[in-house]
């Protein structure tokens, strides 16, 4: 069964900090990954979607990572701003037909 | 584009009572999800739909709870009875496709139930 965690569940930053987000899964055998935003009492934003054949999107000031053998995926933002603030969740999609399997996320402040 | 629309955004109930939530997916998109949000989680899928057929209810309560997605586009989710647990947001979501891997997801605002 596949599992998903994300480190740290929450992170505060002063303004314009590069800063890192990471998710980890335990099954490599994976669909795709999609990277998403939430805002308090919002639905979630898709940001980022790497196919299991590539390495990493980019978009913006976000560049998502995926390394498939070891499980893992990393979300890095440039230069953050108080807009950024949010909680930043991924998913998992596994082979074929397979749903996403979420992350509980990680709660970013920016703070100004 | 018109986005993912789901109805109502707020519901408070009293437990063992019924609701019911709406969803219209993006036009054109085949597959539509629901999903369970409890604070502080991430979502967990209830059920999948895939056109008008199930694809994976295997974690929806189905002594409680419901969904059906009638003609392949609208979809409703229901809860009977209610209970405390069941205090969350439910999320719909749709993707245009199935089988490719380049199919992103797409979220509605979500439905936030209260149950007391």
């Known amino acids: 069964k596949q599992e998903v965690t994300q480190i740290p569940a929450a992170l505060s930053v002063p303004e314009g900090e590069n800063l890192v987000l990471n998710c980890s899964f335990t099954d490599s055998a994976i669909y795709n990954l999609q990277w998403f935003r939430q805002d308090p009492g919002k639905g979630l934003t898709s940001l980022l979607l790497i196919q299991s054949s590539q390495r990493e999107q980019t978009s913006g000031r976000l560049n998502a990572s995926l390394d498939k053998s070891s499980g893992r995926s990393t979300l890095y933002i440039a230069a953050s701003q108080p807009g950024d603030s949010a909680t930043y969740l991924c998913?998992?999609?596994?082979?074929?037909?397979?749903?996403?399997?979420f992350g509980p996320g990680t709660r970013l402040s920016v703070l100004p | 584009e018109a986005g993912v629309a789901q109805s109502p955004r707020y519901k408070i109930i009293e437990k063992r009572q019924s609701v019911a939530f709406w969803c219209n997916p993006i036009s054109g998109h085949a597959t539509l999800y629901w999903y369970q949000q409890i604070l502080g989680q991430g979502p967990k899928l209830l059920i999948q739909?895939?056109?008008?057929?199930?694809?994976?209810d295997s974690q929806l309560p189905k002594d409680r709870f419901s969904a059906e997605r009638l003609k392949g586009v609208d979809s409703t989710l229901k809860i009977q009875p209610a209970k405390l647990e069941d205090s969350a947001v439910y999320l719909c979501?749709?993707?245009?496709?199935?089988?490719?891997?380049?199919?992103?997801?797409?979220f509605g605002q979500g439905t936030r139930l209260t149950v007391v």
């Open positions: 979501a749709s993707s245009l496709e199935w089988g490719r891997s380049n199919t992103e997801a797409f």
């Open positions: 739909f895939q056109n008008n057929g199930v694809v994976d």
């Open positions: 998913a998992v999609r596994g082979n074929y037909g397979q749903n996403f399997v």
